[in-house]
């Protein structure tokens, strides 16, 4: 636990400002494709079933969409940051895992690769932390002016 907690505190201290523009456009693409989903929910559904996934195809398709949408908008302004990233694995993991074996994969698909990115830019903000622009860098600020002592347990 000491070394999360300092390995926070280096990341605090040590936190560009393009850094929290990155993990904003995070938060928008997960919410575009989100919204995709709902635009083309039958192509969706479509693939769902084409992968054997009868039975569950609509409630993966419901927690996909309201999941993803959900904890992009936590992610793009920075409240429960890190929940809302490990909310997102699932997600794009699965995204990854249907592309690369759905026999769609080409080496220039850009589902797949934009899936690839946006898993890497989940882990390295669920480990580097939300930033100093986002409402948890607000609150650890405000905290730490009140008591320095529990500064960095957001």
């Given amino acids: 636990m000491k070394a999360i907690d300092s390995l926070t505190s280096w990341a605090d ?3 560009p400002k393009w ?9 928008v693409v997960l919410f575009l494709k989100g ?9 969706t559904l479509q693939i ?21 949408m959900a904890h ?30 759905t026999g769609s994969f080409a080496p220039l698909d850009s589902d797949f690769w ?3 990115i946006v898993l890497f830019l989940l882990v390295f903000f669920f ?17 730490s002016a009140q008591n320095p002592e529990t500064a960095n347990t957001v």
């Fill in 13 to 15: 201290a040590h936190h």
């Fill in 127 to 143: 480990i580097y932390g939300p930033g100093p622009l986002s409402v948890d860098g607000v609150l650890r600020k405000r905290r």
């Fill in 19 to 27: 850094l929290d523009i990155l993990r904003i456009l995070l938060g």
């Fill in 48 to 68: 769902l079933h084409d992968n054997n996934f009868d039975f569950f195809s609509l409630l993966i398709l419901h927690y996909v969409i309201i999941f993803q």
């Fill in 72 to 101: 992009s908008l936590l992610i793009a302004v920075g409240l429960i940051t890190r929940y809302a990233l490990a909310a997102q694995f699932p997600i794009v993991l699965g995204a990854v895992i249907l592309i690369a074996t």
């Fill in 114 to 116: 934009l899936a690839i």
């Fill in 35 to 43: 919204l995709s989903f709902i635009l083309d929910k039958e192509t």
